[in-house]
């Protein structure tokens, strides 16, 4: 009879195929971009559960982001049914999450812990910084912060740390001392910052061996995606979780616990030693782009030494782009000496050739991507099937600004920062002094928010009063009166504290059982409302408030969608949750829109067509990777990161100027963009067209490169070797006759607003850009009115009415 995994192994070539059948403790498959990498490990669970070789609930699965994770659990669904229930997939983060909400006790820590994102990080450290005048030995808060990430992804704590560190240099001695108090006023807060949660679990593992094996007889098969970016902390949590349960201790009996964890025991042979977790990685070396978070690619290259006896795959047949894409790709990554030479292939055919197009300005650029976005689109492409790339988030400035005039529909993906806007930390604040009361930094925070004239000396009386007693900053504020502050600041904080303490109620029952989780939603509006937060908002005639009230009141959307997809979600799970929404993840569906986000964000993804924009020296490579050891080829990665992301149609732009923290700077077009065949791109738009039309100056014509056609697009003479390749105006590289005006700058530094603009069918308009046209239809009501206009000269054209640049005739 077939093998009950039979239609699972069906498409595959053979060596994915091998990577799903192979049983065994350990397997290594590298490969590059495209190849199936993330599609084999998804099989390869699959296949796990299609076969009964293991529960549900005896699989974790790692992704790099929770995106990813909804992905791979829908698609496991997909292949098999509803049996995905139980299973663990998900980020590192979630997963440590998951153990620390149900072990944290062991270790003197309440299940109720808070997760402090990296900006709350930060107000802690800031804090600490001042208090030990660290900035006095040049330590930065944002230095400080990034050092103490670092050793904690090396699970070095202050103490460790200060054995091998120079402690005769006083900046060290701060460091250290800031590093301990920072740990301490954590554990204070009974709360964890993100590196925490790995490292934390990882001591949680080795100090607790009984809680280690309760884990490592849950799961009996770890699979990591993206493994090349996994840092010393997660190495170490892989290898914990994968030890043979029972070496140190006698097992702990485990009641298998409620909730999340549904634990079914795995049959083991009787007698039979028992043997740790298999452990399946997927990786690929060039595609690390995290080494500064400590992403370590030794993890790849030594796992054969790790894991002796690991059988190691291969997949070299790319599934995603044409072999024009690919080519460019495996032409840049090649550059970078000491890899191991893969060569991808694919056996689509050529497709088109990629597209390259050089702006005056970066609004130029953006016009660029924005018409060429509008014609694949007429063209039939969905505009979810659309993604535009950049190095740095601030690059996203410009073409919003352009896409909201061309109404292209848009979405920032791991840029919306929703979080971390001051309302909506306040409001998270409110929700975390009732979930965490021992959390002092929120209960600081919404101490005068809104003003209820409660200032530093209040707040000092108050810790200090917490401090004699013994008691938590939060339970101070039940003592109103005893702190000796005046009447008037006395009743504030004795409201606060009432307010706190219905919440509490209402949130948290006393008798200690789970409430529903639509209290979070009411909580939160118990909270904002009775706290005078909301009114004071309301009161207000700052136009911003407007918009904090948009977002409290999406926050509060987001609490009723919470409830309904977990019934008996509690607030510490709301908390969890969006404390774990990282970087790379959105709530909201993008599938009608065109995606925006950088090429870090990108990884993993797969789009039909690709922006990759600001192909510039000093963006990628990044200013600050050339001096830093292995910099550039990180950069590089990035880059092949970005372009192989793209299945059928790669754009790569750049702009000859652009204007970036208040400067004007010249742009030189990247050095990977020299490294791809000049045959392979097609440009619109070369530098070499720029100069004629344009008529820039002449050090920019010296220094820039020559037209197309030559061995490579640019010739090699005219790159800078390395360095810093982009100069302000007024260097001496440029002349100082040479003006920004001789590239148009064509947007306003202010979107237009047209107010109510009346406009309608036959009613001629003039555009700044496009010229004089006629309406065609409007559609969309107030301020998302579109006119349809038919340009004399540009053609068809969709504009929203309130901000396009438009008046009519
Ligand atoms: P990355 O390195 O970018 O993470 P990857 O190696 O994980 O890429 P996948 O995302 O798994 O690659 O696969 C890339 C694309 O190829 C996906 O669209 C996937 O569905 C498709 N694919 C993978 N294997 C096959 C196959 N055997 N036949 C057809 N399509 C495949
Ligand atoms: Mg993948």
């Not at 490990?41 to 699989?59: D, G, H, K, M, N």
């Not at 690059?395 to 909201?404: G, P, T, V």
């Not at 301020?783 to 929203?800: M, P, S, T």
Request: with cysteine; charged share 25%.
């Amino acid at each position: 009879s077939p093998r009950p995994d039979a239609d699972l192994l069906e498409g595959l070539n053979p060596q994915q195929r091998e990577a799903v059948e192979y049983r065994g403790p350990a397997l290594l498959i590298v490969a590059g971009a495209g190849s199936g990498k993330t599609s084999v490990l998804t099989r390869r669970i699959a296949s796990l559960l299609r076969t009964r070789e293991a529960w549900p609930s005896q699989i974790l699965a790692i992704t790099f982001t929770n995106k990813a994770a909804a992905e791979m659990r829908e698609r496991v669904g997909a292949l098999i049914g509803d049996t995905a229930r139980g299973m663990w997939i998900s980020t590192f983060h979630s997963a440590c999450v998951r153990i620390l909400r149900r072990e944290a006790e062991n270790f003197g820590f309440k299940t109720s812990f808070t997760i402090y994102d990296s900006g709350d990080s930060r107000a802690l450290v800031k804090r600490l910084v001042k208090e030990h005048e660290a900035d006095r030995y040049g330590l930065t808060p944002a230095a400080v912060q990034g050092k103490i990430s670092k050793l904690k992804n090396e699970l070095a704590d202050a103490e460790s740390y200060a054995r091998t560190a120079n402690m005769s240099d006083p900046a060290e001695r701060v460091f250290v001392e800031v590093f301990a108090d920072y740990q301490r006023a954590l554990t204070r807060a009974n709360a964890f910052d993100f590196d925490d949660l790995i490292a934390q679990t990882v001591y949680l593992f080795r100090a607790f061996p009984k809680v280690a094996d309760v884990y490592r007889r849950r799961f009996r098969h770890v699979l990591v995606d993206e493994y090349q970016d996994t840092n010393h902390a997660q190495y170490a949590l892989i290898h914990e979780l994968t030890r043979p349960p029972g070496e140190g201790d006698e097992p702990a009996p485990y009641d298998g616990g409620g909730g999340m964890m549904i634990f079914e025991p795995a049959p083991q042979p009787a007698g039979a030693a028992e043997a740790g977790a298999s452990l399946t990685v997927v990786g690929d070396s060039d595609q690390s782009i995290y080494a500064f978070r400590g992403a370590d690619i030794r993890n790849i290259s030594e796992f054969e030494r790790d894991f002796p006896g690991a059988k190691v795959v291969l997949l070299e047949q790319n599934y995603r782009s044409t072999q024009n894409i690919l080519s460019a790709a495996n032409a840049v990554i090649s550059n970078n000496f000491d890899r191991k030479e893969k060569k991808l292939w694919t056996d689509v055919g050529a497709g088109d050739p990629i597209v390259g197009f050089t702006g005056y300005s970066q609004h130029d650029e953006a016009q660029f991507v924005a018409d060429e976005i509008e014609a694949l689109h007429r063209g039939g492409l969905a505009y979810g099937d659309v993604a535009v790339f950049y190095r740095t988030n601030s690059q996203s400035r410009a073409l919003e600004e352009i896409f909201i005039r061309s109404a292209l529909p848009y979405k920032i993906m791991g840029g919306t920062k929703f979080y971390e806007r001051a309302e909506i930390k306040d409001a998270m604040a409110y929700l975390i002094a009732v979930a965490n009361p021992t959390d002092e930094m929120a209960v600081r925070r919404i101490l005068n928010k809104p003003r209820r004239g409660i200032g530093d000396v209040t707040e000092t009386a108050i810790a200090r009063y917490a401090a004699e007693q013994g008691i938590s900053f939060r339970d101070a504020l039940a003592n109103a009166s005893a702190l000796g502050v005046g009447p008037k600041i006395q009743a504030a904080i004795t409201q606060l504290d009432a307010v706190l303490a219905e919440a509490t109620a209402l949130m948290l029952p006393p008798s200690g059982e789970i409430a529903p989780s639509t209290s979070v939603a009411d909580g939160l509006a118990l909270l904002l409302n009775k706290s005078g937060y909301m009114d004071a908002l309301r009161a207000s005639r700052d136009p911003q408030d407007e918009a904090r009230l948009e977002n409290l009141d999406e926050l509060v959307s987001v609490t009723k969608e919470f409830a309904r997809n977990n019934p008996d979600g509690t607030v510490i799970d709301f908390l969890t949750e969006v404390a774990l929404v990282s970087d790379a993840d959105d709530l909201e569906d993008a599938s009608g829109s065109v995606s925006l986000m950088t090429m870090h964000t990108a990884k993993g993804l797969e789009y039909d067509a690709v922006f990759v924009t600001g192909v510039e020296e000093d963006l990628i490579p990044h200013r600050i990777s050339a001096n830093e050891p292995g910099g550039p080829a990180e950069e590089r990665r990035l880059f092949y990161v970005g372009i192989t992301r793209a299945r059928k149609k790669l754009h790569l732009s750049l702009a000859m100027t652009r204007a970036q923290f208040g400067e004007v700077t010249v742009a030189m077009p990247s050095r990977f963009l020299q490294e791809i065949p000049a045959e392979l791109i097609d440009w619109r738009q070369s530098p070499g067209d720029v100069n004629s039309r344009g008529g820039g100056s002449r050090a920019l014509n010296a220094r820039r490169p020559g037209a197309r056609g030559g061995s490579s697009n640019w010739g090699a003479r005219s790159l800078p070797e390395g360095g810093s390749a982009s100069r302000r105006f007024g260097d001496d590289l440029v002349p100082k006759s040479s003006s920004i005006d001789r590239f148009p700058n064509r947007i306003p530094a202010k979107v237009r607003d047209n107010g109510d603009l009346e406009l309608a069918p036959g009613d001629r308009i003039r555009h700044d850009d496009f010229g004089e046209g006629r309406v065609d239809a409007v559609t969309g009501e107030g301020a998302k009115r579109i006119a349809h206009v038919r340009f004399d000269a540009a053609g068809q054209k969709k504009l929203l009415i309130k901000v396009a640049p438009i008046v009519k005739l």
